[in-house]
Nanobody
Framework: QVQLVESGGGLVQTGGSLRLSCAAS????????MGWFRQAPGKEREFVAA????????YYANSVKGRFTISRDNAKNTVYLQMNSLKPEDTAVYYC??????????????WGQGTQVTVSS
């Protein structure tokens, strides 16, 4: 069992930055692919970014590529999402995710409770 707790959300102006953190319980953090998804009101949950076990291979949605950076610290059981140049369309609840195989929204093993990110124009 893995428990995920996100933090770092909040209200920011267009062009600003936020850093989300996700702390994971358990001793097998390094064996999970970690990722971030987001869900805006009235929309489906969508993939944002993922990072491989090794911390080197990363993947991003086209909408955030070049603005967001995912990283992980296996010694601290924590994954981060650095969000720069934020836009109003980035407003959503952001969810941390963990899975042993892949970051497909319908098959993710574990979800965090979510943290709200609001970007004002």
């Amino acid at each position: 069992q893995v428990q995920l707790v996100e933090s770092g959300g909040g209200l920011v102006q267009t062009g600003g930055s936020l850093r989300l953190s996700c702390a994971a319980s358990g001793r097998t953090f390094s064996s999970y692919i970690m990722g971030w998804f987001r869900q805006a009101p009235g929309k489906e949950r969508e993939f944002v970014a993922a990072i491989h076990y090794n911390g080197r291979d990363t993947y991003y949605a086209n909408s955030v590529k070049g603005r967001f950076t995912i990283s992980r610290d296996n010694a601290k059981n924590t994954v981060y999402l650095q969000m720069n140049s934020l836009k109003p369309e980035d407003t959503a609840v952001y969810y941390c995710a963990a899975d042993r195989v892949s970051m497909v929204v319908s098959t993710v093993d574990y979800w965090g409770q979510g943290t709200q990110v609001t970007v004002s124009s």
